[in-house]
């Protein structure tokens, strides 16, 4: 099995290709750019459907045959909700920066007749989960209520310091619904301020997988299979954006039956 923890690789352009190929499984993408102002990332989806969220900063959007002129507004993850725009197979994309800006490209098997559109803030009603120390924000920018991807699942969250994520302890590694959906899941992490740190655990029932991670500013992690919880340091609040895809567009996840109880606390 591939490294679950991918480091980015520079400080400009593209500095995070992850591909099923090069992560062994079969459905998401993710890559980073970080771009000056007035340069310019591009590409065609081909077979796949793909979702830009703009990180941070401002920069100018085409897709296909569409200007979508300037997106982006918040100059850092920790700022608002972002934007995003939807880009269906057979098509072409670039987007030149405005500003500094760090770019995320999500991508997943495409298919359907999907139209390219943008996505601003306040698309989908900001969320807060959990209770306690595991408080936790979501901003969802393609969740599965959301009937206008193929395969993608896209959203953002931000856990405080000394507070958990993705916890009590879930997956979705199992093709059985309605019980489980079968999703490759992709963390991108930021953390501020950028010298923290924070930890993720990816594990199973039987053990066989049980990886854990320190978490650094721009560090990506795949979870092929199993549990995947978080957790920020204190003085230290961690931004990660999820990219999920995989035969069905639903999320339906399985607690770890021994941490259920927390549910009820």
């Avoid at 993408?29 to 970080?34: E, N, P, Q, T």
Wanted: net charge negative; aromatic share 10%.
């Amino acid at each position: 099995m591939p490294n679950l923890k991918v480091k980015p690789n520079g400080t400009n352009g593209r500095v995070t290709h992850v591909t099923p190929e090069n992560a062994g499984w079969t459905y998401v993408g993710f890559d980073l750019h970080r771009l000056k102002p007035g340069e310019t990332a591009a590409g065609e989806t081909g077979d796949r459907e793909v979702c830009l969220v703009w990180v941070s900063g401002k920069g100018k959007a085409k897709a296909g045959t569409k200007d979508f002129g300037t997106l982006g507004e918040r100059m850092s993850p920790f700022e608002g909700s972002p934007h995003a725009l939807y880009i269906p197979m057979e098509s072409t994309w670039s987007v030149t920066a405005e500003t500094d800006l760090e770019l995320a490209v999500c991508s997943a098997p495409g298919g359907g007749t999907y139209e390219a559109k943008a996505i601003p803030p306040g698309t989908h009603p900001a969320l807060a989960r959990g209770k306690g120390t595991n408080v936790r924000y979501v901003n969802n920018i393609m969740p599965e209520d959301d009937s206008s991807a193929h395969s993608l699942l896209v959203v953002e969250v931000i856990t405080p310091g000394g507070h958990t994520s993705s916890y009590p302890p879930h997956k979705h590694d199992q093709d059985d619904l309605p019980n489980e959906s079968f999703l490759e899941e992709t963390y991108y992490h930021r953390l501020n301020p950028p010298q923290g740190f924070g930890f993720q655990r990816v594990y199973t029932d039987d053990r066989s997988l049980d990886e854990v991670m320190v978490l650094e500013d721009g560090d990506v992690t795949l979870v092929p299979k199993g549990y995947h919880p978080c957790a920020a340091c204190h003085g230290y609040d961690l931004y990660y954006l999820n990219v999920m895809a995989g035969p069905k567009r639903i999320w339906k996840f399985h607690n770890a039956r021994e941490h259920e109880w927390l549910l009820k606390a």
